[in-house]
C-alpha cells in the first residue's frame, strides 16, 4: 500500500524545506567567503548538515585546489631575486593544517568556539596537513620564496606547532612568527598587519599571503597578491 495522503504531503513538506535551507545555506556561505556576512559567532542552526558535508565532501578539497592553482599562477610571475628577500606569507590554522577532525567533534562551526577544548586539541599536534596548501608550499619553495609562518596561536604553543607541521610534511620555514605576551587580546588583523610591517621593515618583499580568515589578509602593508581559503566554520576578526 503507498503512503496516506497526510504522509505524502509532510515528506513533500520536507523535501521542500530541506531544499530551500540547503539554497539558503549556500547562498550564506558565499556571503561568508566574500566578507559580507561581516562579524558572526556561529553557523546558522540550519546549515550545520549543509557545512559537515561541505567540509568533508569534494567541494571543499575542490574549493581549496583552485585557490592553490591561483595563487600558484601567481607566484610563477614574480621574479624571485637571489638576496633572499622574497617572501610568502602562510596562516596555520585552517590553511596549512586542517582542524576539521577536532570540528567534526564539536558541531562544525555550530557550537560556540571552546578555546580550552581547541587548545587540547593542538596539543595532540594530531591535525593533518591541508594536502592543496601543503603542494602549494612544496611549489612555492622551489620558485625561491621564503615562508613566512604567521599564526594567531601563542608562543606558548610554538614547540607543538613545529612538530606537528613538520609531521605533516612542512619542513622549512623561514620564520614561525605566533603571539607574544604583548598581543594578548589584540584583533588578529591589527596583530598581523603589525607583523608584517616589521618583515616589510626588514627589507622582505611580501608577494604573497595566503589564509582562510579576511583578517589574515586585510588590514595594512599587504601583501601584492592575497589569498583567501574557504571556512565556513568559523569567524575570527
Known amino acids: 500500500m503507498g503512503a496516506s495522503p497526510s504522509l505524502r504531503f509532510l515528506l513533500l513538506w520536507i523535501a521542500i524545506a530541506a531544499a530551500a535551507d540547503e539554497l539558503y545555506c549556500d547562498s550564506w556561505r558565499l556571503s561568508v567567503e566574500t566578507n ?14 549543509f ?40 596562516d596555520v590554522d585552517e590553511t596549512l593544517l586542517s582542524n576539521i577532525p577536532y570540528y567534526a567533534s564539536t558541531g562544525y562551526g555550530s557550537k560556540l568556539f571552546n578555546v580550552t577544548s ?6 595532540l599536534a594530531s591535525a593533518p596537513a591541508l594536502p592543496a596548501s601543503l603542494r602549494l608550499y612544496e611549489d612555492l619553495l622551489i620558485l625561491g620564496f621564503q615562508m613566512i609562518l ?8 610554538r614547540k607543538i606547532t613545529e612538530d606537528n607541521l613538520l609531521l ?26 603589525e607583523r608584517r610591517a616589521e618583515l616589510e621593515g626588514e627589507g622582505l618583499r611580501i ?13 595594512s602593508t599587504l601583501a601584492r597578491r592575497s589569498f583567501k581559503l574557504p571556512n565556513p566554520m568559523y569567524y575570527i576578526d
Open 118 to 123: 581547541f587548545n587540547e586539541w593542538v596539543n
Open 36 to 49: 559580507n556576512a561581516g562579524s558572526w559567532r556561529t553557523v546558522p542552526p540550519p546549515c550545520r548538515g
Open 51 to 90: 557545512v559537515e558535508e561541505y567540509m568533508s565532501g569534494e567541494r571543499y578539497e575542490s574549493d581549496s585546489n583552485v585557490v592553490a592553482l591561483e595563487s600558484l599562477a601567481f607566484a610563477k610571475s614574480v621574479q624571485i631575486t637571489d638576496d633572499g628577500k622574497d617572501a610568502w606569507i602562510f
Open 150 to 157: 604567521l599564526t594567531g596561536r601563542t608562543e606558548s604553543q
Open 207 to 219: 608577494h604573497g599571503n595566503s589564509g582562510d580568515q579576511w583578517s589574515d589578509l586585510l588590514g
Open 168 to 193: 605533516t610534511g612542512y619542513g622549512y620555514w623561514k620564520r614561525l612568527i605566533l603571539r607574544e605576551a604583548l598581543d594578548l587580546g589584540k584583533p588578529a588583523v591589527k596583530f598581523k598587519s
